[in-house]
Structures are given as C-alpha cells and as structure tokens.
C-alpha cells in the first residue's frame, strides 16, 4: 500500500543521500592526495587484505602528501630527512610528477630495506603515525599490493562519472532545501498577520477582563490542594487495597 511505498522511498532516499555524501568525501580527498579516486580505493581495499587498514592508508597518504608539497618547495622535514640518509633517493622522489608516483616510489625504497628500525624510521618519517602499519604493507612486496589493487577493481570502484552523479544529486537536493526554505518563509509571513491578530485580541481581552482573571486565579488557588489531596488520597486507598497488596506478595514469590 502507500505506507510500504512511502518507507520504501524514504529508505531509497536515505540510502541514496548516504552514498552521494561517502563519494563526496571520496573525491575531496583523492583530490587532497593528489591521486585518482580509483587509486584511493584499490589502495584502501589493499591495505586492508595486507595488515593494515583504510584509515591508516588515507593517514598515511595525507602525510606523505603534506611532506611532498614541502619538499617540492624545498622545505620540510622529509626533504631534509632524506638528504641527509640517501641524496640520490631525494632527488628521485622530488622528479617524481604525481603523488601516487612518489608513494610507489617510497613503498618500493621501503620494500629494499632490510633494517628494522631504517625502514620505521623512514615510514614514519614519509607517512606519520601511519608509518609502521604501511611499512607492513611495503612489507609484503610490489606484486602483492598490484594483484590486491587489480582485485580491488573487479568489485566495481567508484568512478569520476558516479562522483559526478552525486555531485548532481547533492546540487539538486541543496536547491530543494533552499526552495524549501522560501517557501516556509512565504508560509510564515502569511500566517504573521493572522497571530499578530490574535495576539492583540487576546491581550486586549486579558486588559478589559482582569476580574475574571482574578477569579481565575482564585480558583486555581483554591482548587488546586484540594485536587492535589484527592489525588494522594486515591493513591493511598490503591495502596491499601486487598487487589493490589495480592500483587505485590505474587511478585515478591517470583
């Protein structure tokens, strides 16, 4: 009937909205990595099969962005970590032309690593807190994070054409809820009179009528114990009744 229709279409809606603001986000950060949003996926879903996760992945990579945008301009700590240890390395990084390629690069540098604490230092340095967890990844070797990104596509990422769906989505949900907004303020200016109205008869009423205010108040005042003692004493006489007394000794046995 319209009752399933209408649950139905409101959890169509919900579920929609949901998905529109998770592509949403998607894009502001594959956009702050520097990469594709494919890329943010297959390499979220990779660290997940390899010991670590997505939130240590997306960690790591908004590090490691933050560290390349320094080192291009010829500051920051990693810039400087790395001359010091590999001159060679840092110049290779700095050529690199995207983010995605200089994050292979540094998995790849990790990877030929065989010392424990140079290859946590280095990880920590290029991806933060993340560090010790994407060194793990780095761990288990280039053509295990490849397979793990090519399975990650069989899945179905999301693409630029679904971004730009939830993007369209989001445009025409903002411009009904503006649309909305007008119309509620239409609504309410409208109604403003007629309570304006109201409200003025009221207090005029309230002015000319004070003596029935008053006995209105006299009678609330006077009343009122008295209804406050019938109801105690009701409840007093419940209390003490045969009924509820059997009640409470049958939960008492319980």
Known sequence: ???AMAIAGVGAFALVKSSAEKMTALEDFSKTAGMTVESIQELRFAATQMGSSAEEMDSGLRTFTEGMGKARSGSGKLLTFLEKINPAFAKQLMATKTNEEGFNLMLGALQKLDDPQRKLALATMAFGSAGESLARVSGEGAA???AMREE???FGLVTQDD???AAEFDDGLNKLMFAFDLAKNKIATALMPAFSNMFSKISDWLSKNQDKVQ???NFLTDGLPKAI???L?????LSNSTF???LIKKKKKV
């Open 215 to 217: 006995r209105f108040g």
């Open 163 to 165: 971004i730009a769906h």
């Open 144 to 146: 295990k994070l490849k």
């Open 229 to 231: 003692e019938m109801v």
């Open 152 to 154: 990650a596509r069989k």
């Open 1 to 3: 009937g319209f009752g």
């Open 233 to 237: 004493s009701a409840f007093n006489s």
């Open 244 to 246: 509820l007394s059997f």
